[in-house]
């Protein structure tokens, strides 16, 4: 039996419904249209990520929002899958950025030490120590001046270190809880 047909919706219960949420969220920048959507269906059709995933659907996200499922949105391993190729928004005959509001939920959930790729984890926390998000090794930097390649600038990583300060990434890195690989 396929993931697909093991799926069991889950009732929504009353005191999981956030009636401000819609409102609140189409506050911030790329969520401002939200309330526009009607749920045609459009940006899952269209949407490459779902066309593959029976756990990724654009549609499904937006009416989650619209009823202020928050907790349930915030917590939901789908919201990473997005590849922001903004197929959606092309479609969409109201204009509504689900890339967008994907982009806004993605920021809450780690804001609010929700959940989020440890790979995004592990990219930042590699800009962190070297100033890259990638490491990069000493071969590589061998490699370059073989090939006549200037040397890679020095990051400078005090300054970084501040952003990530200033910012709360240092903190939200420490705190939001990472998961490995998405359902598809």
């Known amino acids: ?15 999981e ?5 819609k409102y609140e969220m189409s506050k911030k920048h790329g969520a401002e249209k939200i ?8 940006c899952t059709a269209d949407c490459p990520i779902s066309r593959f995933s029976d756990f990724y ?4 996200i937006a009416r989650m929002m619209q009823l202020g499922l ?6 939901d391993e789908a919201l990473w899958l997005c590849s922001s190729c903004f197929t959606c928004v092309d479609h969409c005959p109201q204009g509504v950025e689900i890339a967008g509001i994907v982009r806004v939920l993605r920021n809450l959930s780690v804001k609010e ?9 592990e990219l930042a926390s590699n800009l962190l120590k070297g100033g890259y998000v990638y490491e990069i090794v000493e071969s590589r930097h061998k490699k370059r001046a073989e090939l ?20 709360g990434s240092s ?3 420490e705190n939001v809880k990472t998961f490995e690989k998405v359902k598809s």
């Open 1 to 15: 039996m396929s993931e697909a047909q093991e799926y069991v919706p889950s009732v929504i219960k009353a005191e």
């Open 17 to 21: 419904l956030n009636p401000k949420f």
């Open 35 to 42: 309330m526009l959507c009607f749920q045609c269906g459009t």
């Open 57 to 60: 659907r654009p549609r499904k």
């Open 70 to 75: 928050k907790d349930r949105l915030l917590s």
């Open 113 to 121: 030490n929700r959940i989020m790729p440890l790979v995004y984890r």
């Open 148 to 167: 006549g390649l200037p040397p890679l600038p020095k990051p400078n990583l005090e300054e970084i270190a501040k952003i990530f300060e200033i910012t």
């Open 171 to 173: 903190k939200m890195l």
